[in-house]
């Protein structure tokens, strides 16, 4: 365990490669994003199913620039992204998010590549889509093409794996040995995130002692979690978009 998030992201340096747990605002390892904000590493690598939104989660880290390439399966929440990918200022692989989480996944597993339907017949599977811009809206460096094959007289193309430098996740509950349990949607990409991880750092918001999680409720065991620090259980969650009833007309 480690005394602070600084302390647990110290060695993420410059150019690093990044998988970040969450999925819109929910789930994200907000503290963890905000740490390595304070390093002043840039360059950065980043996976994740978003980018944050503008002023949250990795957002903060893309107002500074501090993001070079971003594999994701959703950016419209962000218009600072939208600007700078379109503007030539960072690098964006888009993949269908079923397609992301299998990559994930199967770079925990040790999987280097696998064949699936999503894509077949798109840009996805037949490139060209745009990767790079240039300062006049040219396109530098496009998708390839993917390799396809035939299995039961359908066509599958080839997705490779994801592995990176070092996964970031929020979990409500971790014990001494990595164990971990997520709260409900809090759940999404992060056990994903921490397979993909070669370093994987856990926030949680309660740490216990091993043997206190029941077996049957651990949803990603440890031996995924090399890192793991206590956040409060009050830190920052902010909520994407709130939507309410309207009330009615003599209502209480």
């Known amino acids: 365990m480690f005394a602070s998030t600084a302390a647990a992201v110290a060695d993420v340096s410059e150019g690093s490669s990044l998988c970040v747990g969450g999925f819109g605002l929910c789930g994200v390892p907000f503290a963890l994003i905000d740490a390595i904000l304070q390093r002043s590493v840039g360059n950065l690598h980043v996976v994740s199913n978003n980018c944050g939104t503008d002023g949250a989660g990795l957002g903060v880290l893309l107002a500074q620039h501090r993001i070079a390439r971003v594999t994701a399966s959703y950016v419209g929440e962000n218009a600072e992204f939208a600007r700078q990918y379109l503007a030539g200022e960072l690098e964006l692989e888009l993949t269908p998010q079923g397609t992301l989480a299998e990559r994930m996944r199967a770079g925990g597993c040790g999987i280097p590549a696998f064949y699936t339907p999503a894509g077949v017949g798109t840009v996805v599977g037949n490139g060209g889509l745009p990767w790079r811009y240039g300062a006049n809206a040219e396109v530098l460096r496009e998708s390839p093409r993917k390799e396809t094959r035939q299995f039961n007289s359908r066509d599958y193309i080839l997705e490779e794996s994801i592995t990176t430098d070092f996964a970031l996740v929020h979990a409500a509950v971790a014990d001494d040995a990595g164990n971990l ?70 209502g209480s």
């Open 181 to 250: 349990v997520f709260h409900e949607a809090a759940r999404n990409f992060n056990p994903l995130c921490a397979m993909a991880g070669r370093i994987t750092i856990v926030e949680a918001e309660e740490i216990v002692s091993a043997g206190e999680i029941a077996p049957d409720d651990v949803q990603l065991p440890g031996i995924f979690v090399q890192r793991i620090v206590r956040v409060p259980p009050d830190a920052t969650k902010p909520i994407e978009r709130l939507t309410v009833k309207r009330q009615e007309a003599g």
